[in-house]
């Protein structure tokens, strides 16, 4: 997945109508940071542990307000939790043994995809695919 930087998605915060606070750029900051899918009390956790006073509800609130504005994906990956990550054009392979999320991005699935949509008269706007698996042994 291509980065991005704060500044870019404090950008995209600002052009989807979200105003800017220290309490989201700390979100971003921390989903930026992370390589997992942390869902809202993880993320909680770390913004405590790195000294940030912020409530849980706080990070509810942005979360909600970030994921509305197309910024942040809340996933449900089989479980009750949503789990967060920056919006980016990729897919997730969850290996069910362990509950990892592996990312990944692969053309000829998405070329098909996009020849079956307009097949039937379509176009893609938005996709999610999960991949649940198990290693092969």
């Known amino acids: 997945m291509d980065e991005l930087s704060l500044a870019e998605l404090e950008s995209r915060c600002q052009q989807r109508g979200l105003r800017s606070s220290a309490n989201l750029r700390d979100i971003l900051e921390a989903l930026i940071a992370g390589p997992d899918h942390p869902d809202a009390e993880t993320l909680h956790q770390r913004l405590r542990s ?5 409530s849980l509800t706080t990070v509810y609130r942005n979360l909600s307000h970030l994921v509305a504005a197309g910024v942040v994906s809340a996933h449900h990956f089989g479980s009750a939790k949503a789990r967060y990550e920056i919006t980016a054009a990729h897919d997730h392979l969850i290996d069910i043994s362990t ?15 996009e020849k079956i949509a307009a097949q039937m008269g379509y176009r893609i706007v938005r996709k999610r695919v999960a991949l649940y698996a198990v290693p092969i042994e």
């Open 50 to 54: 790195r000294g940030r006073r912020v």
């Open 99 to 113: 509950g990892k999320i592996i990312e990944f991005s692969e053309p000829r699935l998405n070329a098909l995809e």
